[in-house]
C-alpha cells in the first residue's frame, strides 16, 4: 500500500527533530524495565470490536501507537526533554492495572485533559465521556472545537484496549486499502519502546463533495493501549463550514498527542470485562488469501480481474476488481461462519428459502458512499447452520469514484451462483 517517504533529517523542521530526540529518550528508559513490557504483553484484551456483525467489511483507518513506560513531554512553541522520569513500576503488571482500574475518570477529566495537551488557544462545545465501570465497553472520548487564532477546527481523542498482537491491533497499524478510503499520505513508524503509530492526512468524505480534511494519529502499545486522536480544518466533523485550510496539528504534533502518558491512564482505568479476556475463536479471523483464491475461480472467464485486495483486510473479507471490456467493476465477498443469530435482520420481507434451507436475499441499491450514479448490487446467502455467503459488485472501481460503467460487470445471476458455491465450505 502505498505510504508517504519520511524524509531526511536535513528536511525535517526544529519540532520534528525534538520530536525524534524524545522518543528516543523515552525508549531508553523504557529499556529498565523490558520485563515488565513482556508480562504487560501476555495480557489479553478486553474490548475486541465485534466486526463479524458488519454485512461488508471496508478498510478499516490506520491507527497509531504509543508508548509504555518513559514519560514523555514535548513543549509545543520550545525545546523540550522528558519532563520527569518515569515512574517507579508496580511489582507486578497487573497490581498497576487494578490501581488504575480503582480511579475515577469522568467526562470533565477527559475534555480537561485534551485541553491541557493541546497547544495554547481557544476552546468551545467540549464534550466528552469518562470511564464507566458499569460499562466497561464504553469508550471514554473527548472532543472539543479549538482555535489556534487560525480558524476553528473540531480535534478528538478516543481510546480503548485492543488484543496485542491480535486483528484489531494489527488493523490499526495498517494504512487502509485506498479502494476504500482516499488519503493523501499515511505514514507508519516504530518508537523505540515497539509500540507503532500511524498518522493519516484524509478526507471526511471519500467522495470529496466537501473538501472537509480529516486527519488522524491512530496509537497501539505493546500492552493493548489503544488512541485515536482526529483533527478536521472546521468546527464540526459535518455539516459545518470549512474554517482553515488545513487542521491545526502536523503530524509530527498529531503524534505527540496521541503518545502522551495520561491517554494510558485512562486505558488502564477501564475495568476488565471478562467477555473480552478469551482469545477470539479460531473462525473469527479465516484465511484472506484462499477467499481471494476461490472468489477469482469462481469468476466467470468471460471477466478478467485486473485488481485485489492489498492485503489488510479481515480474514473473512475480500475484494477484487474485473472488467469485461467495458469498464472496471469492484466485487467484494465476505465469508462468515455462525450468523445464524442475525439471520432474521438480514433475509426478511422478499427473501427466499431454496430446497436445503439456505436463505437468499438480492438487492440493487445505490452505493454506500453516496456517490452520483454508483450502483451495489448484492447477493446475500446463509446455509441453515448459520455459514453466511454475501457479495456485492458496484459499477465502479472504487466505492467513493465515479461510475465506469451502467450496471455492475458481474449479473445477479451470477453473483447468486458465486455465493451458494460449495466452495466456500473449503
Not at 469518562?130 to 479549538?146: I, S
Not at 453516496?370 to 446455509?383: F, K, L, Y
Not at 465502479?396 to 458455491?421: E, F, G, N, V
Given at each position: 500500500m502505498p505510504v508517504e517517504q519520511r524524509h531526511s533529517d536535513s528536511d525535517s523542521d526544529p519540532f520534528e527533530r525534538e520530536l525524534s530526540a524524545a522518543l528516543h529518550h523515552a525508549g531508553a528508559d523504557f529499556d529498565t524495565d523490558r520485563a515488565a513490557l513482556a508480562a504487560a504483553g501476555t495480557v489479553r484484551g478486553r474490548r475486541l470490536r465485534q466486526r463479524r456483525r458488519a454485512a461488508v467489511l471496508g478498510g478499516a483507518a490506520g491507527v497509531a501507537l504509543v508508548g509504555v513506560g518513559g514519560a514523555l513531554a514535548v513543549s509545543w512553541d520550545g525545546p523540550s526533554s522528558p519532563a520527569r522520569p518515569p515512574a517507579a513500576a508496580s511489582s507486578t503488571p497487573e497490581a498497576a492495572s487494578s490501581a488504575a482500574?480503582?480511579?475515577?475518570?469522568?467526562?470533565?477529566?477527559?475534555?480537561?485533559?485534551?485541553?491541557?495537551?493541546?497547544?495554547?488557544?481557544?476552546?468551545?462545545?467540549?464534550?466528552?465521556?469518562?470511564?464507566?465501570?458499569?460499562?466497561?465497553?464504553?469508550?471514554?472520548?473527548?472532543?472539543?472545537?479549538?482555535?489556534?487564532?487560525?480558524?476553528?477546527?473540531?480535534?478528538?481523542?478516543?481510546?480503548?484496549?485492543?488484543?496485542?498482537?491480535?486483528?484489531?491491533?494489527?488493523?490499526?497499524?495498517?494504512?487502509p486499502d485506498k479502494v476504500y478510503i482516499p488519503y493523501d499520505s499515511c505514514v507508519t513508524s516504530h518508537l523505540p519502546d515497539a509500540s507503532v503509530v500511524t498518522v493519516m492526512k484524509g478526507y471526511e468524505y471519500p467522495d470529496r463533495r466537501v473538501d472537509t480534511r480529516l486527519w488522524t494519529a491512530n496509537l497501539v502499545s505493546p500492552d493493548g493501549h489503544h488512541v485515536t486522536v482526529s483533527e478536521w480544518n472546521a468546527a464540526a466533523e459535518k455539516d459545518a463550514p470549512i474554517s482553515r485550510e488545513q487542521p491545526p496539528l502536523s503530524a509530527a504534533r498529531l503524534k505527540v498527542l496521541a503518545a502522551a502518558k495520561e491517554w494510558r491512564e485512562v486505558v488502564d482505568a477501564i475495568p476488565e470485562d471478562p467477555r473480552q479476556t478469551q482469545e477470539p475463536p479460531a473462525n473469527v479471523e479465516g484465511d484472506g488469501k484462499g477467499i481471494e483464491q476461490t472468489l477469482v475461480s469462481l469468476i466467470p472467464t468471460s471477466v478478467k480481474v485486473v485488481g485485489r485486495a492489498k492485503g489488510d483486510d479481515d480474514g473473512q473479507f475480500t475484494?477484487?476488481?474485473?472488467?469485461?471490456?467495458?469498464?472496471?467493476?469492484?466485487?467484494?465477498?465476505?465469508?462468515?461462519?455462525?450468523?445464524?443469530?442475525?439471520?432474521?435482520?438480514?433475509?426478511?420481507?422478499?427473501?427466499?428459502?431454496?430446497?436445503?434451507?439456505?436463505?437468499?436475499?438480492?438487492?440493487?441499491?445505490?452505493?454506500?458512499?453516496?456517490?452520483?450514479?454508483?450502483?451495489?448490487?448484492?447477493?446475500?446467502?446463509?446455509?441453515?447452520?448459520?455459514?453466511?455467503?454475501?457479495?456485492?459488485?458496484?459499477?465502479?472501481?472504487?466505492?467513493?469514484?465515479?461510475?465506469?460503467?451502467?450496471?455492475?460487470?458481474?449479473?445477479?445471476?451470477?453473483?447468486?451462483?458465486?455465493?451458494?458455491?460449495p466452495r466456500w465450505r473449503s
Open positions: 482500574a480503582g480511579r475515577d475518570v469522568t467526562s470533565d477529566d477527559m475534555i480537561r485533559t485534551l485541553e491541557k495537551l493541546l497547544p495554547k488557544g481557544t476552546f468551545g462545545k467540549a464534550q466528552g465521556r469518562g470511564v464507566d465501570k458499569n460499562e466497561p465497553l464504553v469508550d471514554p472520548y473527548a472532543q472539543v472545537v479549538y482555535d489556534d487564532g487560525h480558524g476553528a477546527a473540531a480535534v478528538s481523542v478516543a481510546v480503548n484496549r485492543v488484543l496485542p498482537g491480535g486483528y484489531d491491533a494489527r488493523q490499526a497499524t495498517r494504512c475484494y477484487v476488481v474485473v472488467d469485461d471490456g467495458h469498464g472496471r467493476s469492484l466485487v467484494q465477498i465476505n465469508v462468515q461462519p455462525d450468523m445464524s443469530d442475525v439471520a432474521n435482520q438480514l433475509f426478511g420481507a422478499g427473501s427466499e428459502t431454496l430446497p436445503d434451507g439456505t436463505r437468499v436475499a438480492e438487492h440493487k441499491a445505490p452505493g454506500e458512499k453516496g456517490v452520483a450514479g454508483v450502483v451495489m448490487w448484492t447477493a446475500d446467502t446463509m446455509r441453515e447452520d448459520g455459514f453466511r455467503v454475501v457479495i456485492s459488485a458496484f459499477n465502479a472501481d472504487t466505492q467513493h469514484s465515479s461510475p465506469t460503467r451502467t450496471a455492475p460487470a458481474l449479473t445477479m445471476k451470477q453473483l447468486r451462483a458465486i455465493a451458494l458455491s
